[in-house]
């Protein structure tokens, strides 16, 4: 009928559209044809998962327009090559460079098939699309805090199955280099080399024998996955080696291979109890080397592996219920250590919900709530502990040190308040002085002028007589 579509099989469509005049087959099968009206600088082309700035427009092969960033007057970015586009565009843009204006004609299997897109965009309809490509962003922020400290382009994608966890244990490959190109270390061998060596290395993702922020690398990859990342120096604590100091990195790392920690559901009781022991050693070796937060990951994990589970026996639950505080008293050590003392607080606070009177606890939150200057408060906590253990020295002199920083505190508050006092005793005193003087020079100048009428009166009196 006129002014209706008929639908129509995509593939008997898409036969019947002939190749246009100077057009190029991109992808030989005649599914996309493109046709460069602008041509562009350079010879650089997006890579899958790039940030790419356009401004198109989409007809029918009719010449019916059906949609228009340019009558909008504004840009459209999309990811490249990760389907958040037709799959005509994601392989037609790719092509592209910098400055390009091209036209694609593109067979509705690479559209929007035999659905369509109505009411616009009838069923088993071939597009054209004016396409100018403003540029691309190959990398993607993939920062904590979202500030570029930390930009990863993916090189190749692997079968994905998720990222690794805190404590994964990894098989990688990896280059680590300067910004120059200069190469600090590799796995993948010298190529200078007689039989160069290309053997993937496997260690804990939070491991300290690389510096402190490829956790984060490591993290945002994929099993089979290989990208490049831009590793910002802030990111980058502890073993440098020969990387001078306020130097970013560039890192080229594949994930080969990735063994989470395993779920506390799919271990047994005494697996539990063993595990959240391992941990518990782990996290006290880095508390031993003061790095309190790789040693706040393992006592977390600890914990968490401790929690009660209804399907365990009893016996089991109270073994781990008490392995549970020994994490939560180890947690609390290194946020005390660290300086996140009200964190240590809340810590200890629930290492006391599952032992009451536990000395421990006691006392690392009297630290923490000493620190906090919560004087009454860690007074009582460290009276307590030491009611618990009568001969424990530390706490003694825990508790000794609250009454002088307190003793000091309210000394010096007292100061503070007897100068605020004595400032206004001085300016009581100035006042005072100020209105008599005051008082005085008016008295002065009434007497002068009752002295002064009088002479005039006298001379008056004079002259009558």
């Not at 400290?149 to 244990?169: F, W």
């Not at 070796?285 to 401790?306: E, I, P, Q, T």
């Not at 906090?372 to 307590?384: G, S």
Request: negative net charge; glycine residues 10%; aromatic residues 6%.
């Amino acid at each position: 009928e006129s002014g209706s579509y008929q639908a129509v099989n995509s593939f008997e469509m898409a036969t019947e559209t002939s190749a246009p005049t100077g057009a190029a087959d991109i992808c030989g099968d005649g599914s996309i044809f493109k046709e460069i009206l602008v041509p562009g600088t350079g010879k650089a082309t997006p890579p899958k998962g790039s940030q790419v700035e356009v401004h198109y427009t989409g007809t029918l092969l009719d010449g019916t327009k059906f949609d228009s960033s340019v009558d909008r007057g504004d840009k459209f970015s999309f990811k490249i090559g990760l389907g958040q586009v037709i799959k005509g565009w994601d392989e037609g843009v790719a092509t592209m460079v910098i400055g390009e204006k091209a036209k694609f004609t593109i067979q509705s299997h690479k559209a929007y098939g035999a659905r369509g897109s109505p009411p616009t965009i009838p069923p088993g309809a071939d597009l054209v699309f004016v396409v100018e490509l403003f540029g691309f962003e190959s990398r993607t922020d993939v920062s904590p805090g979202s500030d570029k400290s930390l930009m990863k382009e993916t090189i190749q994608t692997g079968p994905g199955g998720g990222n690794p966890d805190d404590l994964a244990t990894i098989t990688v490959h990896y280059t680590i280099a300067l910004p120059d190109g200069t190469v600090v270390v590799t796995t993948r061998g010298n190529a200078s080399e007689p039989q160069p060596s290309d053997v993937p290395v496997t260690i804990a993702i939070d491991d300290d024998s690389l510096p402190t922020g490829f956790d984060v690398v490591f993290k945002n990859l994929q099993k089979g996955e290989r990208a490049k990342f831009v590793v910002g120096a802030k990111h980058l604590l502890g073993n440098l080696g020969a990387i001078p100091p306020g130097t970013d990195l560039h890192v080229d790392a594949e994930l080969v291979a990735v063994t989470n920690e395993q779920d506390r559901y799919a271990l047994s009781g005494e697996e539990r109890v063993a595990a959240a022991d391992r941990l518990r050693d782990l996290g006290n070796a880095f508390f031993k080397k003061g790095d309190n937060v790789r040693a706040m990951r393992r006592y977390n994990r600890s914990a968490y592996l401790c929690e009660a589970d209804s399907n365990l026996s009893d016996d089991v639950n109270k073994t781990l219920q008490a392995k549970k505080v020994l994490a939560l008293l180890n947690t609390a050590a290194a946020q005390n250590k660290a300086g996140s003392h009200r964190d240590a607080v809340e810590t200890c606070t629930r290492a006391l919900g599952l032992d009451s009177a536990n000395p421990k606890a006691l006392f690392r939150r009297g630290q923490a709530l000493t620190e906090l200057r919560d004087w009454p408060a860690a007074r009582t906590d460290l009276k307590h502990a030491l009611e618990l253990e009568p001969g424990n020295a530390a706490v003694a002199t825990a508790l000794q040190t609250v009454q002088q920083r307190a003793a000091k505190e309210a000394e010096g508050e007292r100061q503070r308040y007897r100068g605020m006092f004595d400032k206004l005793s001085k300016m009581s005193t100035k006042e005072e002085q100020a209105e008599a003087a005051k008082r005085a020079a008016v008295a002065q100048a009434v007497a002068e002028g009752a002295a002064a009428a009088e002479a005039t009166n006298a001379a008056l009196k004079q002259e009558s007589a």
